[in-house]
C-alpha cells in the first residue's frame, strides 16, 4: 500500500528528527549553541512530535484496513479496535501511541532548553518499533523483514527468527542515513562553526562505517546462539539477484518516467567498497 509506505515514511523521518535534534543539543552542543538554538528547535520538534502523534495514528488505521482488506476498515472504529484488542501488532501499537503521546507532552509542558526528557521519551518511541516486527512474526503475519544488521539485533528478533541471511560478505541492501541540515543555517553560522560541523560530520561517517560493519560480524553470532541458521550472501549470489532484477523490476522501474530511468543509470554506476 503506497499510502502506508508514505505513512511510515512521514513517521520515521518525524520520530528521528526529534531525537536527532535533542539528543544533539543534551549530549554534544555547547552551552551557548544549545542556548542558540533551543527556541527555534523546540518550534520543529513540537510539530515534528504531532505529526508522529497523527502518523501513528493513521499508521493503526491502514493496517486496519489492510488486516482486513477493505478500505473501508480504516474508518471504522469497531475494525481498528478489533486490531488493538485482539492482534500483537494492535497490543505493540497501543504502547507506541502512548510514547508518541507522551513525547508530545513533554515538549509541550517541559521546561524549555531543557533536552534530556525529550531525547529520552523519542528514543523510548523509536525502540518501541521493534515490537511491531516482532509482533508480527510471532503470530505468523509476517513471514520475513529486511533491514540493517544494527535493526536486527536491536529488534531481538532471533526470539522468533528461524533463519538470518547475512549481508557481511555482500548485499544488495543499502541504508542511506545521511544527517542534513539547512544550507541556509549553515552558510549563517561562523566559519569556526562551519569547521567543527564538517569535522565532526566526518568523523561520524567513520565510526558509523565500523559500527554498521561490527554489526554486521555481531547479528550472526546473536542469531547463531538463538538457535537460528545462518546462511551468507556472497558476490556470486547477489549477481544473479542483479541479473533477475535487470531483467525485471529494473525494466519495469526505468519505463515509469525519464527520470526513473535516470536515477536507475546512475545507481548502477555506484561502487561500494
Not at 67 to 85: E, F, K, N, R, T
Not at 88 to 100: K, N, P, V
Request: negative net charge.
Amino acid at each position: 500500500m503506497t499510502a502506508l509506505a508514505l505513512c511510515r515514511f512521514a513517521h520515521f523521518l518525524a520520530a528521528m528528527l526529534v531525537f536527532g535534534a535533542s539528543a544533539y543539543l543534551w549530549l554534544y552542543a555547547p552551552e551557548r549553541l544549545t542556548r542558540a538554538l533551543s527556541p527555534a528547535i523546540r518550534r520543529v520538534t513540537l510539530v515534528a512530535s504531532i505529526v508522529a502523534l497523527l502518523t501513528a495514528m493513521v499508521w493503526l488505521a491502514l493496517e486496519s484496513a489492510s488486516m482486513a482488506d477493505d478500505w473501508s476498515a480504516a474508518l471504522d472504529p469497531a475494525a481498528i479496535g478489533a486490531v488493538l484488542a485482539d492482534t500483537g501488532f494492535g497490543h505493540a501499537w497501543a504502547a507506541h501511541l502512548l510514547l508518541a503521546a507522551a513525547l508530545a507532552a513533554v515538549i509541550v509542558f517541559g521546561p524549555p532548553g531543557e533536552w534530556a526528557a525529550t531525547s529520552i521519551a523519542s528514543a523510548a518511541l523509536l525502540a518501541s518499533l521493534g515490537l511491531v516486527g516482532h509482533a508480527a512474526m510471532q503470530t505468523g503475519a509476517c513471514d520475513a523483514g529486511i533491514t540493517s544488521s544494527t535493526s536486527l539485533i536491536s529488534f531481538r528478533l532471533e526470539e522468533v527468527a528461524k533463519h538470518l541471511t547475512s549481508g557481511a560478505g555482500a548485499s544488495y541492501w543499502f541504508m542511506l542515513e545521511p544527517l542534513m541540515m539547512s544550507k541556509s543555517v549553515f552558510d549563517a553560522l561562523p566559519k569556526n562553526h562551519q569547521e567543527i560541523i564538517l569535522a565532526v560530520g566526518s568523523e561520524l561517517e567513520a565510526f558509523g562505517k565500523k559500527g554498521a560493519q561490527d554489526d554486521d560480524t555481531e547479528v550472526a553470532k546473536v542469531y547463531e546462539k538463538a538457535g537460528a541458521k545462518v546462511a551468507a550472501l556472497d558476490i556470486a549470489t547477489v549477481g544473479k539477484w542483479r541479473d533477475i532484477a535487470r531483467d525485471t523490476a529494473w525494466k519495469d522501474y526505468a519505463k515509469r518516467t525519464p527520470l526513473s530511468a535516470e536515477l536507475l543509470q546512475l545507481a548502477e554506476r555506484i561502487t561500494v567498497s
